[in-house]
């Protein structure tokens, strides 16, 4: 039978309906599954209080590693060391955004960093805590350049790990050694671009969002209570939109 362009047309709708049906009813293959929307938290709401610099003070860095522009904290990358919030914290909620200035940067934000360490912390030490990794992608390229094999021990989207004194048993999965926590996908943005981090701490348990999906975290960490302190660790890196909000 001649096909006349009207019917043509019919039998071309007809065939696409079917084709659609079939996906729909599980007859012929399933379409593609979209990838999960991220969950962003801005901190905004009833409880959240926004730090800017003047509530934070210098842990022992030289007095012109961090200052204020606008509502961006800066840190020159001048040295190591850190810079801590006025209160401390045992149950509590956090965003931030951060971006490295440079490509390789190394920084991170630590929770329940402890009074005492802090008070005797020496210029040029690094923080102690529970340390929320925050990593340019340039640093694991240079680790795998010069030593011929990706690195085992570290990531650069989101480890979480116990430093010094302090103890945390990761979430999987885990770092060969067992202390860290590795994100469970890669959701970091490299240096130049703002990333955001939500940060749940309460009860002595830790997780991490990256730009809106949890990666990381871990639990039975001691101490469980401090300060959050910024991370300089000898690279320029710009922090905003901090806020906190204490939970029960």
């Known amino acids: 039978m001649k096909i006349t362009p009207v019917s043509g047309i019919l039998v071309l709708l007809t065939g ?8 729909v009813t599980g007859q012929g293959s399933a379409p593609e599954q979209e990838a999960s929307p991220a969950a962003l938290i801005d901190g905004t709401g009833t409880g959240w209080v926004e730090l800017s610099f003047e509530d934070f003070v210098n842990v022992n860095c030289p007095e012109d590693t961090w200052r204020a522009e606008g509502d961006l904290i800066i840190c020159n990358g001048n040295c190591n060391g850190g ?103 890669d959701y970091s943005r490299g240096f130049g671009q703002w990333n955001h981090y939500y940060i749940r701490a309460i009860n002595g348990e830790v997780r991490l969002w990256v730009n809106g999906h949890e990666v990381s975290g871990g639990t039975n960490c001691s101490p469980a209570s401090g300060f959050i302190v910024l991370e300089a660790e000898s690279a320029p890196i710009e922090f905003k939109n901090i806020r906190v909000r204490v939970l029960p």
């Not at 696409?16 to 996906?23: I, N």
């Not at 440079?102 to 020496?122: A, E, T």
């Open 16 to 23: 696409l309906c079917f084709a659609q049906q079939q996906q």
């Open 83 to 185: 810079l801590r919030n006025a209160e401390q914290y045992t149950n509590f909620e956090m965003v931030m955004q951060w971006k490295h200035l440079q490509r390789s940067g190394n920084s991170g934000v630590f929770i329940w960093s402890p009074k005492d360490v802090l008070d005797q912390l020496q210029p040029g030490a690094l923080p102690q805590g529970i340390e929320i990794q925050i990593l340019d992608h340039g640093y694991a390229e240079d680790w795998e350049e010069s030593r011929g094999s990706k690195p085992d021990w570290f990531t650069t989207h989101g480890d979480v790990f116990p430093v010094g004194a302090a103890n945390m048993e990761p979430f999987d999965p885990a770092a060969p050694n067992g202390k860290r926590s590795f994100p469970s996908a």
